[in-house]
């Protein structure tokens, strides 16, 4: 079976570019996590969506950040204007509900903001 | 709030050798999972092994097992015949159990360095 797949693995970009991360859950998941590590912070959520509804979005630091699920088997994580605080590496995981509870992560976006 | 605290930012073990990472938690909650994770330098989270609150049998997944004590909110790693491979970042990792439900977040601690010595 295929594992949570992310777009673009490495990505540098300029202040104020927009950013567009990709993910494909895990066919048949039904919850979707957004996740940032960073050295200061370690793993953060940022967002999470059950069922293509966002659920919790208190992660999300400012504006700038906005993500979307049009359908079970793709999300987006977008930084519009992206500034070099926004580095990191950026994780998406998914978990299939009555399933054992256990989340799965993609191999993780790192992004270098200039 | 849920919180996981891992003492040990750094920890060494001679190849072969048996070490164990430490882990404490706290919550309110009576059902509840813990995962640990390893993080090696590609970045990729591998999930180690996961245990249930309910359950009072320690999980165990080949060289890996924990020591799970509920009461005192504990949940270390223990990792027998260390291998070079076993070199990583170990995260230890807690989620309140919704029935089977999917809502909930996993909450991290810091993290763990393991380094394994030939």
């Known amino acids: 079976d295929a594992g949570v797949i992310q777009s673009p693995r490495h990505e540098v970009t300029e202040m104020g570019q927009e950013v567009t991360l990709r993910c494909k859950p895990i066919?048949?998941?039904?919850?979707l996590f957004w996740y940032r590590q960073t050295m200061m912070r370690g793993l953060e959520l940022l967002i999470y969506?059950?069922?293509?509804?966002?659920?919790?979005d208190s992660g999300m630091p400012e504006d700038r950040f906005s993500a979307k699920m049009p359908n079970a088997s793709f999300s987006t994580l977008k930084i519009q204007p992206s500034e070099p605080r926004d580095s990191a590496v950026y994780f998406c995981?998914?978990?299939?509900?009555?399933?054992?509870?256990?989340?799965?992560f993609g191999e993780g976006s790192w992004l270098t903001v200039v | 709030a849920q919180t996981v605290t891992q003492s040990q930012p750094e920890m060494s073990v001679q190849e072969a050798e048996t070490v164990t990472l430490s882990c404490t938690y706290d919550?309110?909650?009576?059902?509840?999972?813990l995962f640990w994770y390893k993080q090696p330098p590609s970045r990729q989270m591998i999930l180690v092994i996961r245990?249930?609150?309910?359950?009072?049998q320690n999980a165990t997944e080949n060289r890996f097992s924990v020591n799970f004590q509920k009461a005192a909110k504990s949940f270390s790693l223990k990792i027998s015949d260390s291998q070079l491979g076993d070199a990583a970042m170990y995260f230890c990792?807690?989620?309140?159990?919704?029935?089977?439900?999917?809502?909930?977040?996993?909450?991290f601690g810091k993290g763990t360095k393991l380094s394994v010595k030939p």
């Open positions: 995981a998914s978990l299939r509900a009555y399933s054992g509870n256990t989340i799965y």
């Open positions: 066919s048949g998941h039904n919850s």
């Open positions: 969506f059950n069922n293509n509804v966002p659920i919790d």
């Open positions: 919550t309110s909650e009576s059902d509840y999972y």
């Open positions: 245990q249930e609150a309910y359950k009072q």
């Open positions: 990792a807690y989620r309140r159990d919704y029935y089977g439900g999917s809502q909930g977040n996993l909450i």
